[in-house]
T-cell receptor, first 117, second 113 residues
Framework: DAGITQSPRHKVTETGTPVTLRCHQT?????MYWYRQDPGHGLRLIHY???????DKGEVSDGYSVSRSKTEDFLLTLESATSSQTSVYFC????????????????FGEGSRLTVL | KQEVTQIPAALSVPEGENLVLNCSFT??????LQWFRQDPGKGLTSLLL?????REQTSGRLNASLDKSSGRSTLYIAASQPGDSATYLC????????????FGKGITLSVRP
């Protein structure tokens, strides 16, 4: 258990409003990820971070931005939410093996269920 | 592009049965493969991580094997219990710079008492 807390756990919002999801970890893992999970699509990577202020895009990054100002916090922002962004969002952290990164074990938070009306 | 397939999508077995869950991937140039369990409405729980240099990993009643050359991994569950009912996902970490995981869609397992 990597001590990952996601907030809020549930949110209902309206189209066009901004939304920020927060991921907080207590294990000092360097790498953090945001995924979304949708029926029929499985888990898809939105953005990831390999250190403070170091982030990069995943396969479904359009409409999302991220920020990481501290090791323990990784924020996902939907600047203007759309109905297609209704989903369950998962944060994950990576326990790196051997110090090389991207070869370690991932641990997931409990998810944030977002509904955009 | 790496593709990860888990077939069948759902499986129902009686309690006590030994069972195998399959995972196949198209590109054998992988760093590692990880098996997860997901209960309804919950996050993913890591079960086993197999590095590319390893052939198998064991944890309790679970054993995962990896055959890179054939693009396959199996998760063996011994003496299944109703508490094993969940969705099991495999994820492959493929090679290359800034490599990331590609997930299968999962197998939903139901163990009948």
């Amino acid at each position: 258990d990597a001590g990952i807390t996601q907030s809020p756990r549930h949110k209902v919002t309206e189209t066009g409003t901004p939304v920020t999801l927060r991921c907080h970890q207590t294990e000092n893992h360097r790498y953090m990820y945001w995924y979304r999970q949708d029926p029929g699509h499985g888990l898809r990577l939105i953005h990831y971070s390999y250190g403070v202020k170091d982030t990069d895009k995943g396969e479904v990054s359009d409409g999302y931005s991220v920020s990481r100002s501290k090791t323990e916090d990784f924020l996902l922002t939907l600047e203007s939410a759309t109905s297609s962004q209704t989903s369950v969002y998962f944060c994950a952290t990576e326990m790196v093996l051997g110090g090389q990164g991207f070869d370690g074990e991932l641990f997931f938070g409990e998810g944030s269920r977002l509904t955009v009306l | 592009k790496q593709e990860v397939t888990q077939i069948p999508a759902a499986l129902s077995v009686p309690e006590g049965e030994n069972l195998v869950l399959n995972c196949s991937f198209t590109d054998s140039a992988i760093y590692n493969l990880q098996w997860f369990r997901q209960d309804p409405g919950k996050g993913l729980t890591s079960l086993l991580l197999i590095q590319s240099s390893q052939r198998e990993q064991t944890s309790g009643r679970l054993n995962a094997s990896l055959d890179k050359s054939s693009g396959r991994s199996t998760l063996y569950i011994a003496a299944s219990q109703p508490g094993d009912s969940a969705t099991y996902l495999c994820a492959v970490r493929h090679g290359g710079a800034n490599s990331k995981l590609t997930f299968g869609k999962g197998i939903t397992l139901s163990v009948r008492p």
